[in-house]
């Protein structure tokens, strides 16, 4: 699992934005945490303003959220972020592996696991879904069973860049989480990512934290074989 994210990062932080310049966004892997979910963890969202943080990515094979059942979520991403300046304040995906069964290889697909990896880790870094006129993308709305859908594509391409435009990191960016790191729950693990000169607007499902936190879920849904959007991705 750490691989598939890993290499779903690598993806995104290395697109190129035009004259060979990259996102102006790191991300930092830290070691693996003994958690089993982030609303047991937090009692909500995945963010607590006076205690150790982390940004998780768990599987959930059970007790998936009942608001999330009929919904026919692959996937859950919580994120909040500060509209001022951009930073990321903490960002956690939960897998349904409940309900669905995820498949890693490509001479049997399932649920393909960096597929949804891959679309999970966008909305970690603030993207959201295309316009309806978006015919085919990693960030699209919805993946059916048995499809591989890992590689971005022009459109993801631009939502990078225009989330996370080229540019000078910001030397004083510490990747050490707030409040502290530690491989137990009580632990916080991430990275600081600010987008220069942006403003607290973004594309997709994120809601800004400002006094009080405010959590979005960007949810995953399948297609069934028919078209439809039985499930799909928030």
């Not at 150790?52 to 692959?74: I, K, M, T």
């Not at 973004?202 to 879920?217: D, E, F, I, Q």
């Not at 995953?220 to 078209?227: A, E, F, I, N, V």
Request: aromatic share 10%.
């Amino acid at each position: 699992m750490r691989r598939i994210v890993q290499d779903a990062f690598l993806q995104w932080t290395t697109v190129d934005c035009g004259n060979g310049e990259k996102p102006s966004i790191v991300v930092d892997m830290f070691p693996d945490v003994n958690c089993t979910n982030v609303a047991e963890i937090t009692g909500d969202a995945g963010y607590k303003s006076s205690g150790p943080n982390y940004n998780l990515w768990v599987f959930r094979d059970s007790d998936w959220p009942p608001e999330y059942v009929e919904d026919g979520a692959l996937a859950i991403t919580l994120t909040q972020f500060d509209p001022k300046t951009g930073e990321i304040y903490d960002s956690d995906v939960e897998l349904n592996s409940q309900d669905f069964d995820f498949t890693t290889g490509l001479d049997f697909v399932d649920f393909d696991l960096p597929s949804v990896v891959q679309h999970e880790s966008g909305h970690f870094l603030g993207l959201g879904h295309p316009e309806a006129s978006v015919t085919y993308a990693v960030m699209l709305g919805g993946l059916g069973e048995h499809v591989v859908r890992r590689a971005l594509q022009p459109d993801d391409v631009l939502g990078m860049c225009a989330a996370h435009p080229p540019g000078k990191l910001d030397p004083n960016c510490d990747p050490e989480p707030r409040h502290g790191f530690s491989t137990e729950c009580e632990f916080d693990k991430g990275c600081c990512t600010v987008a220069p000169g942006r403003s607290a607007s973004r594309r997709g499902s994120w809601v800004a934290l400002v006094g009080v936190m405010l959590t979005a879920a960007a949810r995953l849904r399948w297609k069934s074989k028919t078209g439809k959007a039985a499930r799909g991705y928030v």
